[in-house]
Structure formats: structure tokens, C-alpha cells
């Protein structure tokens, strides 16, 4: 059975900014990311394709300096905000994980799947 969490609140997000949230449920801990751009909310695993490092470049922040793309502290790989695709670098063609999300009352909920789904 799926897991639902609650992540954040979306006020802990800036409109046009990121934030970085530790995940706990009952099957691990893990990092996630949240992207606010043009009214829109988008969450991944905070872990790199390539070799699984974290991708922030200081804590929270994930966006170049253009913040155009999600950048890849490890290896300057650069990842289009809207669905994860890798643009640029050594994982160019991967994608970043997704989790699914949504908004309720003003916090951003995430649900992890089953293991085997």
C-alpha cells in the first residue's frame, strides 16, 4: 500500500525557488526536492542519476545561476525543472525521480509507493 506524507508547508518553498525536505516512512529516510516555479510545485528524489549523490549545491538550493535548470552539484549536470530530464553532463538522457504530490490546505503532501509498484 501506498505511503502519504506530508513533506512541507508551501510557504517554506519561494515562488521561483527550491527547498530540500529529509523523508521518513516506514520504508527509509531519503531527500527530496521542491521546485516552485510559475505557480507549479515539483518534487524529486534529491539524488543524482549518475552516482547518487545529493544534488544541491548548498543546502535547499538546486537551481543554476540562470535557474533555468536543476544543476548537479557533484558534476554539473543539468536537469529541465518541469519533468527531470537530464539536458547535460555524464547521465544526460536519465531522469531524475519524481514523486508524486499534492496540495492540501497549504502543505505539500508526497506519496510513496509500494516497493514492488
Known amino acids: 500500500m501506498s505511503e502519504r506524507l506530508r513533506l ?4 517554506e518553498v519561494p515562488e521561483d525557488g527550491t527547498n530540500g525536505f529529509l523523508v ?3 520504508r527509509g529516510r531519503f531527500g527530496a526536492m521542491v521546485i516552485r516555479r510559475a505557480g507549479k510545485v515539483f518534487v ?5 542519476p549518475h552516482v547518487g549523490a545529493p544534488l544541491d549545491i548548498r ?3 538546486f537551481l543554476n545561476v540562470e535557474r533555468s535548470h536543476i544543476i548537479c552539484s557533484t558534476h554539473g ?3 529541465r ?3 527531470g530530464y537530464c539536458v547535460s553532463g555524464p547521465c544526460a538522457g536519465a531522469h531524475l525521480i519524481p514523486l508524486s ?3 492540501d490546505g497549504g502543505d505539500i ?3 510513496i509507493p509500494e516497493r514492488n509498484a
Open 101 to 103: 504530490h499534492d496540495l
Open 109 to 111: 503532501f508526497v506519496t
Open 24 to 26: 521518513e516512512s516506514g
Open 77 to 79: 549536470a543539468l536537469f
Open 81 to 83: 525543472i518541469d519533468d
Open 59 to 61: 543546502a535547499g538550493q
Open 8 to 11: 512541507c508547508k508551501l510557504d
Open 44 to 48: 524529486y528524489v534529491n539524488s543524482c
